[in-house]
T-cell receptor, first 113, second 113 residues
Framework: GDSVTQMEGPVTLSEEAFLTINCTYT??????LFWYVQYPGEGLQLLLK?????DKGSNKGFEATYRKETTSFHLEKGSVQVSDSAVYFC????????????FGKGTKLSVIP | GAGVSQSPSNKVTEKGKDVELRCDPI?????LYWYRQSLGQGLEFLIY????????KSGLPSDRFSAERTGGSVSTLTIQRTQQEDSAVYLC???????????FGSGTRLTVV
């Protein structure tokens, strides 16, 4: 079955540091890939997505590129802020009409001033 | 409504009691989903509704779990004879149609003591 593996947390960074959260996947088909963010006390919010190979999703300074050859979708940000402190989830769905999201276990990011 | 609303936000119950968790989706969203977020386990798919019917109940962990949706709107997840391993955050999401544009609620944190 489908699965998503993301780096274990927690991750603690200083403000303005570079962020990478690794995510790799296994899927039987040609999935769409997502990063969701969960701020404290809130629901999951879609951060960015990519639907085909070499697509780059971007939002709020975060980027991730769909790499089919390495089955990866690593999240990056060049300069993190305290407000980026949250739990980040990598997820996939199997494509058009697929209703189920398969999530990684989440990576907690703490950014300190 | 403006977002997906879940109630209660927190629930503490004694082992063996039944609990009901409620989800109010975004108006007009035909698809509704329940996920469970357990500590260290990521998000686990429970059930998917299209309108009032549930084409996929495969994620429900046992026959103690059931869910219904009425009027194509509100959904209730019921857990009978709760066990300590049921302690988790239960997340509801809705979308305009299957697999497109999930919006998550803030969840219900269930603690079984």
């Amino acid at each position: 079955g489908d699965s998503v593996t993301q780096m274990e947390g927690p991750v603690t960074l200083s403000e303005e540091a570079f962020l990478t959260i690794n995510c790799t996947y296994t899927a039987t088909g040609y999935p769409s890939l997502f990063w969701y963010v969960q701020y404290p006390g809130e629901g999951l919010q879609l951060l960015l997505k990519a639907t085909k190979a070499d697509d780059k999703g971007s939002n709020k300074g975060f980027e991730a590129t769909y790499r089919k050859e390495t089955t990866s979708f690593h999240l990056e940000k060049g300069s993190v802020q305290v407000s980026d402190s949250a739990v980040y989830f990598c997820a996939l769905s199997e494509g058009a009409g697929s209703y189920q999201l398969t999530f990684g276990k989440g990576t907690k990011l703490s950014v300190i001033p | 409504g403006a977002g997906v609303s879940q109630s209660p936000s927190n629930k503490v119950t004694e082992k063996g009691k039944d609990v009901e968790l409620r989800c109010d989706p975004i108006s007009g969203h035909t698809a509704l989903y329940w996920y469970r977020q357990s500590l260290g386990q990521g998000l686990e798919f429970l059930i998917y509704f299209q309108g009032n019917s549930a084409p996929d109940k495969s994620g429900l962990p046992s026959d103690r779990f059931s869910a219904e949706r009425t009027g194509g709107s509100v959904s209730t997840l019921t857990i009978q004879r709760t066990q300590q391993e049921d302690s988790a955050v239960y997340l509801c999401a809705s979308s305009p149609r299957a697999g497109i544009g999930y919006t998550f609620g803030s969840g219900t944190r269930l603690t079984v003591v």
